[in-house]
């Protein structure tokens, strides 16, 4: 690890002026941004890291008007051990409890999980030895290179600092996004209100729509008036930390409107809209779920290494619909 300031902030202002100021990077469990400082990953070295953890009042999980409130900087495991959490969003508490590994989970944050960087293995590179568009580079070596981890829904296009357009075909393996989606979530910022579905984006050392400077600070979730049945699964090759490779969140209400979400396939989470709209009002049946796994997966362009996610999105799909 080279040499960097730390700073232990005490308000959200001096870490936003920190960051404006640039050169700096925000710290918040360091499960995700620790390695890449450790590993060297970044187009240029963070001169300043400075610590959200020492700023007071973001770590609570708190029902409040017909509302879950989570501070940004609650952990993993505060939130996979709640009962509040458990009592009405099930799958919160699964996804929380199932990212990374124990003793991780009792110091990495919600707010951090949401806005970690991508786990592309270019961009991971020891040494930042692929210098590629997502850190400011000139070019995506994914594209003709491994890309057996990444999208099969597209690339993001987006623009660098001056002006140019690049695009990026990692993939968003976020634990919470897909959840904190269907649940219809909301993300205060030091700046405004963010719905969950607009909140993951694709931009030179960024994975959120953040603003330099704006931090993420409460996660909000509306607490159904009805019950709600829900699913999380994730699949990965490993039972035991290792990233989610496709994760799925499903939730319907007792009108049967669906909300499904996938991690893992696209560079922000995808919102399977064609099988939410096939769904909407039914009931589940063999054939509908089937239905619905290929309507989940249509649009698909994979490349050969990463085919096999096509018949992974239909399978989780339809089996976590019969599971419902
Ligand atoms: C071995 C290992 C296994 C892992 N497995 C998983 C896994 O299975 N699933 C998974 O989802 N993750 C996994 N992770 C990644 C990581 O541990 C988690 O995503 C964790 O929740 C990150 O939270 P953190 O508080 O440590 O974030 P940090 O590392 O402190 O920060 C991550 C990024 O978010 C930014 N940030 C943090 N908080 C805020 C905020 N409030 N507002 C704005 N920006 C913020 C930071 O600047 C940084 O860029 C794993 C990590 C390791 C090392
Ligand atoms: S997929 Fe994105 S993160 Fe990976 S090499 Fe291409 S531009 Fe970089």
Redesign the pocket.
């Known amino acids: 690890m080279r040499p960097f300031n730390h700073i232990n902030a005490n308000t959200l202002d001096e870490v936003s002026d920190a960051l404006k100021k640039g050169g700096a990077v925000a710290i918040a469990g360091g499960g995700d941004l620790l390695s890449a400082l450790k590993d060297d990953i970044f187009h240029e070295y963070p001169k300043t890291v400075i610590n959200i953890k020492s700023v007071p009042d973001l770590d609570y999980i708190k029902s409040d008007d017909g509302t879950l409130k989570i501070g940004a900087l609650t952990t993993l495991a505060d939130i996979a051990r709640s009962t509040i959490t458990a009592e009405n969003f099930d799958i919160l508490a699964q996804a929380a409890g199932k990212a990374s590994s124990p003793a991780l989970r009792e110091t990495t944050t919600i707010g951090g999980n949401l806005c970690q960087l ?1 786990r ?1 293995w ?2 991971r590179k020891l040494n930042n030895r ?1 210098d ?3 850190k400011g580079g000139e070019r ?3 594209f003709t290179g491994d890309n057996r981890y ?1 999208s099969v829904f597209g690339g993001a296009t987006f623009e660098t600092a001056s002006g140019e357009k690049r695009t ?3 993939v968003n393996q976020g634990e919470l996004a897909p959840v904190l989606t269907v649940l219809g979530a909301k993300f205060q910022t030091t700046e405004r209100l963010i719905d969950a579905a607009d909140f993951f984006g694709v931009g030179v050392m960024n994975a959120t729509v953040l603003n330099c400077g704006e931090i993420l600070t409460e996660i909000q979730i509306p607490i159904p008036e009805t019950a709600r049945k829900n699913r999380y699964k994730r699949f990965a090759f490993r039972k035991s930390i290792d990233f989610p490779v496709i994760n799925l969140a499903i939730s319907v209400d007792n009108k049967n409107n669906y909300r499904i979400c996938l991690g893992g396939v696209a560079p922000v989470p995808y919102v399977a809209a064609k099988a939410e709209a096939l769904l909407n009002g039914r009931e589940i049946t063999e054939e509908l779920a089937e239905q619905a796994g290929d309507a989940a997966a249509e649009g698909a362009k994979p490349f050969e290494a990463n085919a096999y996610k096509v018949p992974l999105i239909k399978t989780l799909v339809k089996r976590e619909l019969l599971a419902l």
């Open positions: 991508p592309c270019y961009f692929f590629c568009a997502r995506c070596f994914a990444h990026c075909i990692a």
